[in-house]
């Protein structure tokens, strides 16, 4: 159990156009997903945090109008890339954790998008 | 605030021989332990945590970490490594973040772990 899948696996899309990512868990229920961000030489970069029906917690330096996220169930959370521009291109993780793990995330397969 | 240091960016092992891969940590309070491990492409899968109990803990894939709360480290282990244990390895440390909540894991920065045939 505790599979968690991101759709699409690899998006490219032109310069100003937004994107969506989805992210699901499939057999269980997240109490709270996060977004990550994943620079090329590995380093992964917290974005945001979100908990079902509440607004996301975002982390210093992100732009919130920039980087969307709904999180409108305990099974789904949207990334939204809005205006994307080529410095936005990059490989996002979601990941979710269930009430009974101590935390342990369980992430997804990743998105990676590329915006020419 | 929690941090996590993993000091190498990589490390290079031969097929065969035990290897280690170095964490230490910073947190207020017991700290909650993991690594994960991360191959091209693709999203991290965990490997082990430390929550409480034997200081040694045992993972997937047959992966070990030690906890020394002396040396505030928490290293992963393997006594043989294979070419397919190549790959980006993380450590990670939970903490609590109190508007809301909601519970912060902060990540190392990784370390890339190449198994020589």
Known sequence: GAVVSQHPSRVICKSGTSVKIECRSLDFQATTMFWYRQFPKKSLMLMATSNEGSKATYEQGVEKDKFLINHASLTLSTLTVTSAHPEDSSFYICSATRRSSYNEQFFGPGTRLTVL | ?117
């Not at chain 2, 490390?11 to 230490?24: D, F, H, R, W």
């Not at chain 2, 082990?48 to 993972?59: P, Q």
């Open chain 2, 1 to 117: 605030a929690q941090s996590v240091a993993q000091p190498e960016d990589q490390v290079n092992v031969a097929e065969g021989n035990p290897l280690t891969v170095k964490c230490t940590y910073s947190v207020s309070g017991n700290p909650y332990l993991f690594w994960y491990v991360q191959y091209p492409n693709r999203g991290l899968q965990f490997l082990l945590k430390y929550i409480t109990g034997d200081n040694l803990v045992k993972g997937s894939y047959g992966f070990e970490a030690e906890f020394n709360k002396s040396q505030t480290s928490f290293h992963l282990k393997k006594p043989s490594a294979l070419v397919s244990d190549s790959a980006l390895y993380f450590c990670a440390v939970r903490d609590i973040v109190a508007p809301g909540g909601y519970q912060k894991v902060t990540f190392g920065t990784g370390t890339k772990l190449q198994v020589i045939p």
